[in-house]
C-alpha cells in the first residue's frame, strides 16, 4: 500500500521561508506525479503546486508562480515544496498528493489516488 507522510511545517513570520518534505512509500516516486494541495480555515483544498513523474515539468496557479517551487529527488522518494516569502494568507494545513496515471486536471483533488495526512503552516503578520 502506498503511504504518503509530510514534514517541514510550522510557525513563521510574514517574509520567512520553509520547506515542506513528503516521503512516499510502497512504490519508487519515479513512477508517480506529485503534487502539493493546502486547505485554510472555512475554504476549499486549493492546488498549489505539481511535478510530472519525470520530474521536468511543474505547474502553479498564476497566484503563487515565482514564490513556490517543487522538486523530486527520487534517490530518497521524496517530493519538496520551498515556499518563499510567506504571508498570513498561506497559513494552512498543506497535503502531499500521488497519481500514477497521467492527468491533465493535476489541479484537482478529485484526481489523485493517494492523499497524505497534511502538515500545518502558521504565517504571522
Known amino acids: 500500500q502506498v503511504s504518503l507522510v509530510e514534514s517541514g511545517g510550522g510557525l513563521v513570520q510574514a517574509g520567512d521561508s520553509l520547506r515542506l518534505s513528503c516521503v512516499i512509500s510502497?512504490?519508487?516516486?519515479?513512477?508517480?506525479?506529485m503534487s502539493w494541495f493546502r486547505q485554510a480555515p472555512k475554504k476549499e483544498r486549493e492546488f498549489v503546486a505539481h511535478?510530472?513523474?519525470?520530474?521536468?515539468?511543474?505547474y502553479y496557479p498564476d497566484s503563487l508562480k515565482g514564490r513556490f517551487t517543487i522538486s523530486k529527488d527520487n534517490a530518497k522518494n521524496t517530493v519538496y515544496l520551498q515556499m518563499n516569502n510567506l504571508t498570513p494568507e498561506d497559513t494552512a494545513v498543506y497535503y502531499c498528493?500521488?497519481?500514477?496515471?497521467?492527468?491533465?486536471?493535476?489541479?484537482?483533488?478529485?484526481?489523485?489516488?493517494?492523499w497524505g495526512q497534511g502538515t500545518q503552516v502558521t504565517v504571522s503578520s
Open positions: 511535478v510530472g513523474w519525470s520530474g521536468d515539468h511543474t
Open positions: 510502497g512504490q519508487p516516486i519515479s513512477t508517480y506525479r
Open positions: 498528493a500521488a497519481r500514477r496515471a497521467i492527468t491533465s486536471a493535476y489541479y484537482r483533488t478529485t484526481e489523485y489516488e493517494y
